[in-house]
C-alpha cells in the first residue's frame, strides 16, 4: 500500500511540474516573464531539474535583465549538459551586461594537457566508455580462451592488450574529471555591489569591489564568510550571502 501511495504522489508530482514547466513556455511566449520565471521557479521547487529548465528560466531574467540569474542559470544548464552552443552562446550575451572586466589568466603545463583532454567527455561517458572497453575485452579473452588457430589467439590477445591499455586510460580520465567536478566551486555574485575582504572577518581589509553576475571559484569557507579567486588569480574573502554557488 505504501509503495502505491509513494508511485502515486511521485506522479503527482511529475504532472504538476510538467504542468508548470508548460505553462512557463506559454507565458514566456506571451511576452509575461515575470510570471513565465514563477512558474519555471515553481518546477524546480517540486525538485524537478532539466539543462532544458535552467535554459529557459535563465532566458527568462535575461529578458528581465536581472543578470546575475540569468548567469547563473546558464550555468546550471551548463553543468547538466556543457556541450549545449546555446547555452553557452547565451551565457556570453550575458556576460556582456555585467560590469566587472576580469581578465582570464589561461593555464598551462601538462596539467592543462590533461584537463584538456579529459574536458572532452563527461565523467559518467568516461565511466561508460571504461565499462564497454571491459566487455570487450571479456569478448577478446574468451576468443583467446576456445580458439585454437595460432593467428587467431594472437589476435585475440592483442585485442585484449589493447582493451586493457584503453581501458586505464578512460578509468583515469574519469577519475580526474570527477575530482575536478567535485572540487571546481564556481559562484556568481548576487549582491549588486560586494566587497571582496583581506580576511574573513567585517573589519577585515577591503581589497576589490565585485559587482552581480560575476563569477568566483569558492576555495574554502568560514563561518559566514568564503574564500574565492578570480579568473585573474585575484583572492580575497566575501560574505555567503552575496554569492549564490552553482554546484
Not at 133 to 152: H, K, N, S
Not at 165 to 179: C, D, H, Q, R
Not at 192 to 213: C, I, Q
Request: charged residues 20%; proline residues 2%; without cysteine.
Amino acid at each position: 500500500m505504501k509503495n502505491i501511495l509513494y508511485l502515486f504522489l511521485l506522479s503527482t508530482q511529475f504532472f504538476f511540474a510538467q504542468n508548470g514547466f508548460e505553462k512557463g513556455n506559454a507565458l514566456y511566449e506571451k511576452g509575461s516573464y515575470a510570471d513565465a520565471a514563477v512558474a519555471y521557479e515553481s518546477v524546480l521547487n517540486s525538485n524537478q531539474h532539466s539543462a532544458e529548465l535552467y535554459f529557459n528560466l535563465a532566458n527568462t531574467y535575461y529578458k528581465l535583465n536581472k543578470v546575475a540569474p540569468a548567469i547563473y542559470y546558464y550555468e546550471k544548464a551548463l553543468v547538466l549538459n556543457p556541450k549545449d552552443q546555446e547555452s553557452q552562446n547565451n551565457l556570453k550575451f550575458a556576460n556582456k551586461r555585467t560590469i566587472d572586466e576580469i581578465k582570464v589568466i589561461p593555464k598551462v603545463g601538462f596539467a592543462k594537457l590533461v584537463r584538456d583532454f579529459t574536458g572532452i567527455y563527461h565523467y559518467n561517458t568516461w565511466a561508460w566508455a571504461t565499462i564497454g572497453l571491459a566487455t570487450l575485452f571479456l569478448l577478446f579473452f574468451i576468443g583467446y580462451y576456445f580458439l585454437q588457430i595460432t593467428v587467431w589467439k594472437r589476435l585475440f590477445f592483442i585485442g585484449m592488450f589493447l582493451a586493457i591499455l584503453l581501458m586505464l586510460i578512460t578509468v583515469s580520465s574519469a577519475i580526474f574529471e570527477k575530482k575536478y567536478f567535485d572540487t571546481e566551486k564556481p559562484a556568481i555574485i548576487f549582491a549588486e555591489m560586494a566587497n571582496v575582504k583581506s580576511e574573513p572577518r567585517d573589519g577585515g581589509k577591503p581589497l576589490f569591489l565585485l559587482h552581480e553576475g560575476t563569477k568566483v571559484y569558492v576555495e574554502e569557507v568560514i563561518g559566514k564568510w568564503k574564500k574565492i579567486q578570480l579568473t585573474d588569480g585575484s583572492e580575497g574573502w566575501i560574505e555567503s550571502s552575496a554569492i549564490k554557488e552553482v554546484k
